[in-house]
C-alpha cells in the first residue's frame, strides 16, 4: 500500500506525461455486429500494447465488450483490432495503451450495419 | 491475473457501491430510482477535483462524497414525507433534473496545455490521475475492493448496532416504529444522506477508472440496475447487493455466447427469480437459516 500512500501524497506535484492521441477507422465486415479497426497513434509510437474495449454509454461498467488486443499495422504507429459488438448503436470505445505510455483513450463512434461514424469530438 | 479479470472485478466492485446506495434506502423501507444521480455527483466533483484543482484522489474522494451527501440532502428533505411509488417517482424526477444539469455543466481550465474539464453533453475528458500517478490496473482494483471492504465492514457494524435495528424496523413498519418512540424520519433521512455518499465514492472511484465521464453515463439504465443488484442479492445483508452485482456480471459476462439476446435473457432470468424469492437471494429467511448454523 506504500506506492499508494506516496501517490496520494504527491497529488499535484506529478508530472504531465505526454498525451498521446489516436485517430481510429472501422468498416463492417458483413459479419453480425463485428468491425475491423485501424488505430493510428499520434505520435505515430511503435511497440505500444493496446487493448480495445468498448461500453455502451448509457450502461456503463456492465453492457460491455469483451477487450481484445491490437495487432501493429504495417505504417508506423498503426494498429489493427477486430471489435465483436453486441449490437449497433453508439459505443465508447477505449484504447488502454501500455509500454512506453501509459494512458486510456475513449472515442465515441456510431456503429451500424452499412458503417461506423465518428461521434462527438 | 489477466486484464479481462482484472477490469471486471473492478466493474463488479465499482457497481457494488452504487448496489449497496440502493440497499441501504431499500432497508430503510424506500425505493430510489434515483441513486445514479449521487454516482454523478460524485463522479464529476472527483474529476474536478483531481484534474482541474489539482488534489489528490483521496481528497478529491471525500469532496465527492460530502456533495453527493448534500445533493441526497437536498432531495431527501422535500421527499421525506413521501412514501413508496411516491417516492420512488420523487426520486426518478430529481436523478433526470441531476442529469439535465450535467449537459448544462461547462467549466474548463487550461491544463498542460489542453482543455479540462465539464464540457456539456460532450462530457468531461482527461480525469488522468491513475495514469498521472502510475497507478496499475490491479493496483487500482485493491484499491477498489479495499476501499469496498471498509465500506462493508463500516455497514456490518452498524446493522448489528441498535441504530441499524432501528433503520429495519423504521423500513418493515414506521408506525409501528413510531409507535416505540423511533424518529422514523430522521432514520430515512439519516439513511438518504448515506446512501448518497455511498454512490458518489462509488462515481469518484468510477470517473477515475474510465478516465471519461458523461451525462448519459448516469441515466435511468444505471439506476434500475443498482435496485436490481440489490433486490436479485438480496435485504438479508449487506453481502446481499454483492452478490446481486456478482451474479449479474457474472451472468452478463457467461452469457456472450447469446450475443444481442443476452440481455433480454438477462432480464428474464431476473423476472423469474424474483417471482420466487422477491426479496432475493439472501433474504432475511436465508440469512437467519445460515447464521443459525453457526
Same mark, same amino acid.
Given at each position: 500500500?506504500? +506506492?499508494?500512500?506516496?501517490?496520494?501524497?504527491?497529488?499535484?506535484?506529478?508530472?504531465?506525461?505526454?498525451?498521446?492521441?489516436?485517430?481510429?477507422?472501422?468498416?463492417?465486415?458483413?459479419?453480425?455486429?463485428?468491425?475491423?479497426?485501424?488505430?493510428?497513434?499520434?505520435?505515430?509510437?511503435?511497440?505500444?500494447?493496446?487493448?480495445?474495449?468498448?461500453?455502451?454509454?448509457?450502461?456503463?461498467?456492465?453492457?460491455?465488450?469483451?477487450?481484445?488486443?491490437?495487432?501493429?499495422?504495417?505504417?508506423?504507429?498503426?494498429?489493427?483490432?477486430?471489435?465483436?459488438?453486441?449490437?449497433? %448503436?453508439? +459505443?465508447?470505445?477505449?484504447?488502454?495503451?501500455?509500454?512506453?505510455?501509459?494512458?486510456?483513450?475513449? @472515442?465515441?463512434?456510431?456503429?451500424?450495419?452499412?458503417?461506423?461514424?465518428?461521434?462527438?469530438? | 491475473?489477466?486484464?479481462?479479470?482484472?477490469?471486471?472485478?473492478?466493474?463488479?466492485?465499482?457497481?457494488?457501491?452504487?448496489? @449497496?446506495?440502493?440497499?441501504?434506502?431499500?432497508?430503510?423501507?424506500?425505493?430510489?430510482? %434515483?441513486?445514479?444521480?449521487?454516482?454523478?455527483?460524485?463522479?464529476?466533483?472527483?474529476?474536478?477535483?483531481?484534474?482541474?484543482?489539482?488534489?489528490?484522489?483521496?481528497?478529491?474522494?471525500?469532496?465527492?462524497?460530502? @456533495?453527493?451527501?448534500?445533493?441526497?440532502?437536498?432531495?431527501?428533505?422535500?421527499?421525506?414525507?413521501?412514501?413508496?411509488?411516491?417516492?420512488?417517482?420523487?426520486?426518478?424526477?430529481?436523478?433526470?433534473?441531476?442529469?439535465?444539469?450535467?449537459?448544462?455543466?461547462?467549466?474548463?481550465?487550461?491544463?498542460?496545455?489542453?482543455?479540462?474539464?465539464?464540457?456539456?453533453?460532450?462530457?468531461?475528458?482527461?480525469?488522468? +490521475?491513475?495514469?498521472?500517478?502510475?497507478?496499475?490496473?490491479?493496483?487500482?482494483?485493491?484499491?477498489?475492493?479495499?476501499?469496498?471492504?471498509?465500506?462493508?465492514?463500516?455497514?456490518?457494524?452498524?446493522?448489528?448496532?441498535? @441504530?441499524?435495528?432501528?433503520?429495519?424496523?423504521?423500513?418493515?413498519?414506521?408506525?409501528?416504529?413510531?409507535?416505540?418512540?423511533?424518529?422514523?424520519?430522521?432514520?430515512?433521512?439519516?439513511?438518504?444522506?448515506?446512501?448518497?455518499?455511498?454512490?458518489?465514492?462509488?462515481?469518484?472511484?468510477?470517473?477515475?477508472?474510465?478516465?471519461?465521464?458523461?451525462?448519459?453515463?448516469?441515466?435511468?439504465?444505471?439506476?434500475?440496475?443498482?435496485?436490481?443488484?440489490?433486490?436479485?442479492?438480496?435485504?438479508?445483508?449487506?453481502?446481499?447487493?454483492?452478490?446481486?452485482?456478482?451474479?449479474?456480471?457474472?451472468?452478463?459476462?457467461?452469457?456472450?455466447?447469446?450475443?444481442?439476446?443476452?440481455?433480454?435473457?438477462?432480464? %428474464?432470468?431476473?423476472?423469474?427469480?424474483?417471482?420466487?424469492?422477491?426479496?432475493?437471494?439472501?433474504?432475511?429467511?436465508?440469512?437467519?437459516?445460515?447464521?443459525?448454523?453457526?
Amino acid at each position: 500500500m506504500r +506506492w499508494l500512500l506516496v501517490a496520494a501524497l504527491l497529488g499535484p506535484l506529478s508530472a504531465q506525461a505526454q498525451r498521446v492521441k489516436a485517430d481510429m477507422d472501422c468498416r463492417f465486415t458483413g459479419a453480425d455486429f463485428v468491425y475491423d479497426c485501424v488505430i493510428r497513434l499520434r505520435p505515430p509510437l511503435e511497440g505500444i500494447a493496446i487493448v480495445v474495449g468498448a461500453d455502451m454509454p448509457s450502461m456503463p461498467l456492465a453492457h460491455n465488450v469483451r477487450p481484445v488486443k491490437a495487432t501493429p499495422g504495417k505504417a508506423p504507429g498503426e494498429y489493427h483490432a477486430r471489435l465483436d459488438l453486441d449490437m449497433t %448503436g453508439e +459505443w465508447a470505445v477505449k484504447l488502454r495503451l501500455s509500454g512506453a505510455v501509459r494512458d486510456l483513450i475513449v @472515442l465515441h463512434f456510431l456503429f451500424t450495419e452499412t458503417g461506423v461514424t465518428p461521434r462527438r469530438k | 491475473m489477466d486484464e479481462y479479470t482484472i477490469g471486471v472485478l473492478t466493474n463488479v466492485g465499482l457497481l457494488a457501491f452504487l448496489a @449497496l446506495s440502493a440497499y441501504v434506502l431499500l432497508v430503510a423501507g424506500e425505493l430510489s430510482f %434515483g441513486q445514479q444521480a449521487f454516482f454523478g455527483v460524485g463522479a464529476y466533483a472527483a474529476g474536478v477535483g483531481t484534474a482541474m484543482l489539482a488534489l489528490p484522489l483521496p481528497l478529491a474522494a471525500a469532496l465527492a462524497m460530502g @456533495l453527493g451527501a448534500g445533493a441526497a440532502a437536498l432531495v431527501g428533505l422535500p421527499t421525506l414525507r413521501l412514501r413508496g411509488l411516491y417516492f420512488a417517482m420523487a426520486t426518478l424526477a430529481a436523478a433526470e433534473m441531476f442529469r439535465i444539469g450535467f449537459e448544462l455543466f461547462r467549466w474548463q481550465v487550461e491544463v498542460g496545455g489542453e482543455r479540462v474539464g465539464p464540457d456539456g453533453t460532450q462530457g468531461f475528458r482527461g480525469i488522468r +490521475w491513475v495514469f498521472e500517478h502510475g497507478v496499475e490496473p490491479a493496483q487500482f482494483l485493491l484499491m477498489v475492493w479495499a476501499l469496498l471492504g471498509a465500506v462493508l465492514g463500516v455497514l456490518v457494524f452498524v446493522e448489528r448496532s441498535r @441504530l441499524g435495528v432501528a433503520v429495519r424496523a423504521g423500513g418493515q413498519d414506521p408506525e409501528l416504529a413510531a409507535a416505540v418512540g423511533l424518529d422514523v424520519l430522521r432514520i430515512k433521512l439519516g439513511a438518504i444522506v448515506a446512501a448518497g455518499a455511498l454512490a458518489a465514492l462509488g462515481g469518484a472511484l468510477f470517473a477515475h477508472h474510465n478516465t471519461y465521464i458523461e451525462p448519459r453515463n448516469f441515466d435511468i439504465m444505471l439506476g434500475v440496475h443498482s435496485l436490481a443488484y440489490a433486490l436479485i442479492g438480496g435485504l438479508g445483508t449487506v453481502l446481499g447487493p454483492l452478490l446481486g452485482v456478482a451474479l449479474d456480471i457474472g451472468l452478463l459476462e457467461g452469457g456472450r455466447f447469446l450475443k444481442e439476446y443476452r440481455m433480454i435473457v438477462f432480464g %428474464g432470468l431476473v423476472a423469474v427469480l424474483l417471482m420466487f424469492r422477491p426479496r432475493g437471494v439472501l433474504d432475511e429467511r436465508a440469512v437467519h437459516r445460515l447464521t443459525r448454523w453457526r
